[in-house]
């Protein structure tokens, strides 16, 4: 349960980063009229493989902390260290999530309709975008350190 609930959160981690360090900055060097093809197959491609491998991370994570570990009542998510962050941690991923459909997604979806103009900036908007993510993942991962080494 472990290796798969690793498995799916380091897609998902990861594929931001490569989104954010490699994808968005070849994109914005890309020709104008690529870069609408280009965003439009993107963030297709991006909501078939990373929308359910995000989901599965934060269920198996979910699964992870009650079937398959220690919180097994609403006291020991509240009265432990661990259950709190556990609890943070399932917070920070439905909000970093939540960040991703409605913002992140919807200005990559907009560099394929916006004018050849203005798409180096919405590029642009759309990488600051998911930036705000890896402050999600930041936290997360810093829950998950916490977990582990019991404090
Ligand atoms: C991007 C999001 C996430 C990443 C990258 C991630 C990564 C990890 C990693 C690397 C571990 C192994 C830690 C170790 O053994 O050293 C782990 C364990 C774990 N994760 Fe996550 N995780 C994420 C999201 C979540 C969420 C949302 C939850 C809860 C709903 C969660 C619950 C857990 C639990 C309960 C463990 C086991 C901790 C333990 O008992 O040692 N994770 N995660």
Same mark, same amino acid.
């Given at each position: 349960?472990?290796?798969?609930?690793?498995?799916?959160?380091?897609? &998902? !981690?990861?594929?931001? /980063?490569? +989104?954010?360090?490699?994808?968005?900055? =070849?994109?914005? #060097?890309?020709? %104008? @009229?690529?870069?609408?093809?280009?965003?439009?197959?993107?963030?297709?491609?991006?909501?078939?493989?990373?929308?359910?491998?995000?989901?599965?991370?934060?269920?198996?994570?979910?699964?992870?902390?009650?079937?398959?570990?220690?919180?097994?009542?609403?006291?020991?998510?509240?009265?432990?260290?661990?259950?709190?962050? &556990? !609890?943070?941690?399932? /917070?920070? +991923?439905?909000?970093?999530?939540?960040? =991703?459909?409605? #913002?992140?997604? %919807? @200005?990559?979806?907009?560099?394929?309709?916006?004018?050849?103009?203005?798409?180096?900036?919405?590029?642009?908007?759309?990488?600051?975008?998911?930036?705000?993510?890896?402050?999600?993942?930041?936290?997360?991962?810093?829950?998950?350190?916490?977990?582990?080494?019991?404090?």
């Amino acid at each position: 349960m472990q290796g798969l609930h690793m498995f799916f959160a380091i897609f &998902w !981690f990861g594929g931001t /980063l490569f +989104a954010n360090f490699v994808v968005g900055p =070849a994109a914005a #060097r890309s020709l %104008p @009229a690529s870069q609408a093809d280009f965003g439009a197959q993107i963030g297709i491609q991006a909501d078939r493989v990373i929308r359910p491998v995000a989901t599965l991370a934060i269920i198996l994570g979910f699964l992870r902390g009650t079937v398959w570990g220690p919180i097994h009542s609403a006291g020991d998510v509240f009265n432990s260290s661990y259950g709190r962050w &556990w !609890f943070i941690a399932l /917070l920070l +991923a439905i909000a970093t999530f939540s960040w =991703a459909e409605l #913002r992140t997604a %919807p @200005a990559a979806r907009a560099i394929a309709t916006v004018p050849d103009a203005e798409r180096p900036a919405q590029i642009q908007r759309t990488i600051r975008d998911a930036m705000v993510e890896l402050v999600g993942f930041a936290g997360i991962l810093s829950m998950m350190v916490l977990m582990r080494f019991g404090i």
